[in-house]
């Protein structure tokens, strides 16, 4: 599928045949955060960026061509979403809603798609993923949990992952609250008792929570939500949160303490980290034995942190007096689980995030991201690539596409059989190299060495992966210049060390091959090549000719292409003295038949050329 903007190469697909800062909003102490209903007035200010970057209208705007400038992507949604986000996708796409699906019926139907969208249910394995390979580009999570997702084999396959990190935070705290609340005064088995003709006041005598100390455990969105709201209900508030900034928890006048500290005091304990391989069953008989006799747990995060067969230890020794569970190990649980039935456990079905509300601002924000990333754009919630802000890409986009070429020139430089190792990318800037993010710009230069010698295709997602798959070393170097910091790049150079060069003339002074590019006029174009001064749009195709600089040499050049029907749309002769070695580089539009190189070869001044395909 081709599409308009600029930053499709970023994004791009393979060929055919084959967290963001949890920082939460400053607001005073004990403020809550209003809801999140309207993401899009909300992120207005993104939007109009990501208009900026991709010169295509929003998604959002009338002109789906902005889009799709030839022909529509298609996107598979696997999970119940809001209408409005499915009506977004379908302003720009065909959509394949198809529920329920058994893993081969993924497989199968992935195959066939540009994005997924999917939410908690819908395991995205790197079965799926491979099934994929070739077209799939976009995996959506409308939500925040993207456990259900191998973002490493996404990264290999070059698929973004982007998800709705915000929209169901308020949802997911308030029904925290719901628990806890519900929980301490036995609301759940007092209902079913009533419903079931008894009248059982004795029995769910419950507990108050003003001047209880509850423990946030992952001091993220939803955990700093949960803070500001128990802090309403007079309850002291501690948290353990190895990553969470003290500054945002003090704002909110929460104290941040170790793990051990909080479990050994808290009365209540909640949980909002995400499901890793570092908090998986965090919570066994060991870190059970070491709370308060009695506490009360709650869960909105995910099952897989709690050791589920500890905790039902726990609460039949009456460590744990009380459990509130809205997410499982296994979901949904078996239906015989015993602590889904155990008379001190409260559960939901993973309802977290089920608001109406929260599911349409979640739709709504994940439809934006994956319309975004087909684009080309990079979404603000890229899960599993740098997070380049829209602005800095806008600005950086001429070099995006230089960096891509001049790749592709250095690497058709190298003599055949010649393993590369080491690639350096120097940066001439007046810029302060901290307001340089070159990070798009290597993730290109690696483009464009790696896909002409090999069947990987790259893309800003997976360039630092398959570089490092493949052994190659990408450093990156700055020239201070003098000047205008307005500029953010007035060259780039390309070096290969170590290698042999098919053409000579593109060795420096140091032996390593070496090109250099600037942006003029927006465009791309080669600056030096080796030692020799050049100034030639990098587009098409390009002939370099080394010779002793000496009169007539361009005619004859010109006129065996001219002959052949290729046309010239630039050419350029750099040379280090009159008369001495020089280079000629000519842009050619067609690619030369071999028979017009030959000729070009045999002119008795030349002595040596290369064709290159940019
Ligand atoms: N039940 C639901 O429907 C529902 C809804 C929304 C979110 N969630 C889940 O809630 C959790 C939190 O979501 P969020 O939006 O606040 O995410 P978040 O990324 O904003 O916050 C998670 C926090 O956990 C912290 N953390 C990571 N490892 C930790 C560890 N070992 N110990 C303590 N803290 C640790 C992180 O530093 C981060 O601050 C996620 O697991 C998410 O999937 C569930
Ligand atoms: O991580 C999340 O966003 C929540 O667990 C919500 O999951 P859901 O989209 O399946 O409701």
Redesign the pocket.
Known sequence: MALAAPFCHLLAAPPPAT?PA?DAPREPAGALAPHRASPLLRRRGRLLLACRVSAAPSARGGDAAGVVAAGRPTVLVTEKLGAAGLELLRRFANVDCAYELTAEELRAKVSLVDALVVRSATRVTREVLEAGRGRLRVVGRA???IDNVDLQAATEAGCLVVNA?TA??VA?AEHAIALLTAMARNVAQADASLKAGKWQRNKYVGVSLVGKTLAI???????SEVARRAKGLGMDIIA?????PVDRARAIGVDLVSFDEAISTADFVSL?????P??AK?FDDETFANMKKGVRIIN???GGVVDEDALLRALDNGTVSQAAL??FTEEPPPKDSKLVHHENVTVTP?L??STSEAQEGAALEIAEAVLGALKGELAATAVNAPMVPAEVLSELSPYVVLAEKLGRLVIQLVAGGSGIKGVKVVYSSARDPDDLDTRVLRAMVTKGIVEPISSAFINIVNADYVAKQRGLRISEGRILLDGSPEIPIDSIQVHLANVESKFAGALSDEGDIRVEGEVKDGKPHLTLVGPFSVDVSLEGNLILCRQVDQPGIIGKVGSILGKMNVNVNFMSVGRTAPGKQAIMAIGVDEEPEKEALKLIGDIPSVEEFVFVKL
């Open positions: 967290a949890a939500g925040v949990g990190p169901n935070t997911a455990m992952g001091f993220g969105k939803v955990g353990h949160d190895p990553y969470a909002h980290m995400p499901l890793t570092s908090t965090l909105v995060a995910r809205d997410v993973h977290g995030a």
